[in-house]
């Protein structure tokens, strides 16, 4: 015969250590999650503030050129004025001085060159043509008498500052430009 056996059922306390084990995997997905939405919002401000020095550089470059091609159109040499008359030439003795001051980048308006027309930047560009004067030339023609000689570059240096979308991003780019007159 079989004998039939009872089972009693455990009466004591439960520890609860699953919950306590689900709260910790819970509190480490929390931890988690937050420091994604860190990384990702230092990402998103990263990409920003590229974006912005970007703007700033392409509108840097566009005045820059626009330096360059202004000087190209002129037919005689422009009067670079000593006293500083604000039309956007200056001799470099003086240009670095009252053009801008580097520690806080501010141009004077009244001494600049505006490049107008961009769109998507907080202030037009601007830009400064200096003279650095002539280099002769002292080499003769191969194919021309010795004694013809032409009368030499004019170098300018076309100084360019602009901001992007934000006064945040400045840039500042820099060129040198020949040109016969």
Known sequence: MARLETVTPVTGKQQGVALIIALIFLLLMNLLAVAAVGMT??????????????????????????????????????????????????????????????????WSSADVLNYAGLQGVSQQPHFIIEDLGVIPDNKGSLVMPSNYKSSGKNLFRVTARATGKTNTAVVMVQSTYEKRF
């Not at 974006?51 to 550089?57: E, I």
């Not at 050129?65 to 604000?86: C, H, M, R, S, Y």
């Open 41 to 106: 919002e230092l990402g998103e401000r990263m990409a920003g503030n590229l974006s912005d020095k970007n703007t700033a550089f392409q509108a840097a470059e566009s005045a820059l050129v626009g330096g360059e091609v202004w000087i190209g159109g002129q037919l005689n040499k422009p009067v670079f004025d000593p006293a500083n008359t604000g039309d956007g030439l200056h001799l470099p003795s003086l240009s670095a001085v009252q053009v801008w001051e580097e520690s806080t980048g501010v």
